[in-house]
């Protein structure tokens, strides 16, 4: 059983908006980090965002800065990424992620323990 599924992906013009969302299963993650990464065709995996176990807590990727927002509501074991302003270059599968270990923002994708499937989302120009 696949811990973490994303939904909310799809085709988008740019300027337009799309809400990722993270559902937990089999086990909760509201004591855990979380975050959202990419990988674009060709690229390498890249880190989006993160939130703290509280939500209090966010840190993003320069690139996504003031067009994203992550968001979290344990009591539904759900994450979001708010993706707002979106561009071409933004084309990517997003995955979310969750630790096992960390409690704040995390960066770097190896210090998470749980990973989603992907969604993708296209944003045409």
């Known amino acids: 059983q696949v811990p973490l599924v994303e939904s909310g992906g799809g085709l988008v013009q740019a300027g337009g908006s799309l809400r990722l969302s993270c559902a937990a299963s089999?086990?909760?993650?509201?004591?855990?980090?979380m975050g959202w990464f990419s990988r674009a065709p060709g690229k390498e995996r890249e880190f989006v965002a993160s939130?703290?176990?509280?939500?209090?807590?966010?840190y993003y990727a320069d690139s996504v800065k003031g067009r994203f927002t992550i968001s979290r509501e344990n009591a539904k074991n759900t994450m979001f990424l708010q993706m707002n302003s979106l561009k071409p270059e933004d084309t990517a599968v997003y995955y979310c992620a969750a630790s096992q270990r960390y409690r704040s923002t995390i960066v770097a994708g190896t210090l998470y323990d749980y990973w989603g499937q992907g969604t993708q989302v296209t944003v045409s120009s």
């Open positions: 089999g086990r909760t993650f509201g004591n855990s980090a």
């Open positions: 939130i703290n176990w509280s939500g209090d807590s966010t």
